[in-house]
């Protein structure tokens, strides 16, 4: 009896600490011991490729310094890991002979419910000078002067906007420089997030004094480099936006199609989060380079057996944060993987549902089948009914048949249908468990149902 309380207590304590450890709204730092590689096993991404865009030729090599400046798309499925991957980047990036490099976190700094370009206009300049502030870097007033006058003229001069900007100015009245332009920028920042009585009177000066603003901030950024390289913090300024992948279809396509000649009047580099449906857009490679991080790919489209190296690979991100112990057996964390499609969040969720359904005890295989019905179900209120038809169709069809089009943009955002390597598409594993789907695939493919 004391051994089996003894055993109840030890489950509960690896339960408590597994819950603690599935947090997935947070990416995980490059220092994180929960971090797994999983570059190897995602096909056709190859992060050399990226860094050499950056002018970056050898792997542990400086970057090259040349007027180019580079805008990157680093795009693909929500909860795939392009944070994670992001933070990496960025860590590997900021070095004296690479980059100065700027992270923002649209999520946490903006409503990316209704983002606009000119937000993150203002965004990037506070980060900026955030940046410079904490590395110790002193820019001259003459360089920062620019901005101010925008401001001054733009904001503090213009009937509909004049008393919060003399409200801005009075919360900064003993700063100057820097941080006075910080506090500005900051205060500007809020509105926006906030939703105040200013948001669209300041995005309406921004966006019909955009070229103006870009000026001041290009004065800005040009001499920023100088100073940062002769400080040795970096050779040119490299601003990382995250969180842009969460825009909705109109949304993406207002921010990085209809209103991207905003973003090439600031003359500096810059990678942004982009989400998957985007990068079917034949019109951002005018103004963009892209990289898609593809799914994990746990096997063959339209093969039983799974393939070593990726299951490997998830097993191990499996039990960095989850003990083996709380399982019935190895088959059942192969089950939740197989059943994952190798998207990672959603692999999290499948671990979080066993251990709830489990309930403090071993997650069994019934269990780990309960989670996968839960997470099916969470797909089938995204799905409309004549989707699983299409859905059929890409599954069973050959892997160069990826038809694009609304309803295929609209369920590779909703992760209804995944995209991987070389350019392949197959509906989520946890959708094809569904009746509907299941319906569809005997009609069409009658020797292929379950």
């Not at 003990?323 to 994952?340: H, M």
């Not at 069973?396 to 694009?404: E, H, L």
């Not at 609209?410 to 390597?421: A, F, K, P, Q, S």
Request: charged share 30%; aromatic share 8%; hydrophobic share 40%.
């Amino acid at each position: 009896m004391q051994n089996e309380e003894r055993d109840r207590g030890k489950l509960k304590d690896l339960s408590s600490k597994a819950i603690a450890n599935l947090g997935f709204d947070e990416p995980l730092g490059p220092e994180d011991k929960r971090l797994v590689q999983l570059n190897d096993v995602r096909g056709d991404f190859k992060e050399y490729n990226l860094l050499w865009q950056l002018g970056i030729r050898e792997p542990d090599g400086p970057a090259e310094t040349t007027l180019e400046r580079h805008r990157l798309l680093f795009g693909g499925h929500q909860g795939c890991g392009k944070s994670t991957e992001l933070l990496q980047l960025a860590q590997k990036l900021h070095r004296p002979d690479r980059y100065f490099v700027v992270f923002l976190d649209a999520l946490k700094e903006l409503d990316i419910h209704n983002l606009r370009y000119s937000d993150i206009s203002l965004a990037q300049a506070r980060a900026l000078l955030l940046q410079l502030q904490n590395s110790g870097t002193d820019v001259p007033n003459v360089f920062l002067t620019p901005l101010e006058t925008w401001f001054d003229e733009r904001l503090r001069k213009r009937e509909t906007t004049k008393d919060f900007a003399l409200q801005i100015t009075a919360s900064a009245k003993a700063k100057s420089g820097v941080p006075l332009l910080f506090e500005l920028f900051a205060q500007l920042q809020s509105a926006i997030k906030t939703n105040s009585t200013y948001k669209e009177e300041v995005r309406t000066v921004v966006r019909n004094t955009f070229s103006e603003f870009a000026e001041a901030f290009n004065t800005l950024i040009n001499h920023a480099e100088d100073r940062i390289s002769e400080a040795h913090l970096g050779k040119r300024v490299l601003f990382i936006v995250d969180g842009t992948d969460r825009l909705r279809s109109d949304d993406a396509e207002d921010f990085f199609i209809n209103d991207v000649y905003q973003p090439q009047l600031i003359n500096t580099n810059i990678i942004y989060c982009a989400p998957i449906i985007l990068l079917t857009e034949r019109s951002v490679r005018h103004s963009f380079e892209s990289f898609r991080l593809p799914m994990i790919k746990v096997k063959e489209k339209g093969v039983h057996e799974t393939l070593v190296q990726p299951m490997e690979k998830l097993r191990e991100l499996v039990t960095n944060r989850v003990s083996p112990e709380l399982f019935e057996d190895q088959l059942t964390i192969d089950y939740l993987i197989e059943y994952s499609g190798g998207h990672v969040r959603d692999l999290i969720r499948l671990l979080m549902y066993a251990l709830r359904e489990a309930q403090g005890q071993l997650i069994t295989r019934e269990m780990a089948g309960e989670a996968i019905r839960q997470l099916a179900t969470d797909y089938r209120r995204l799905i409309e009914q004549d989707d699983y038809q299409l859905l059929v169709e890409i599954d069973c069809a050959p892997n160069d048949f990826a038809p694009i089009s609304d309803k295929t943009r609209r369920m590779l955002y909703d992760l209804v249908l995944l995209e991987y390597n070389s350019y392949w598409w197959q509906s989520h594993p946890a959708v094809q468990t569904l009746p509907g789907y299941q319906r569809a695939l005997a009609q069409s493919y009658p020797e292929r149902a379950c």
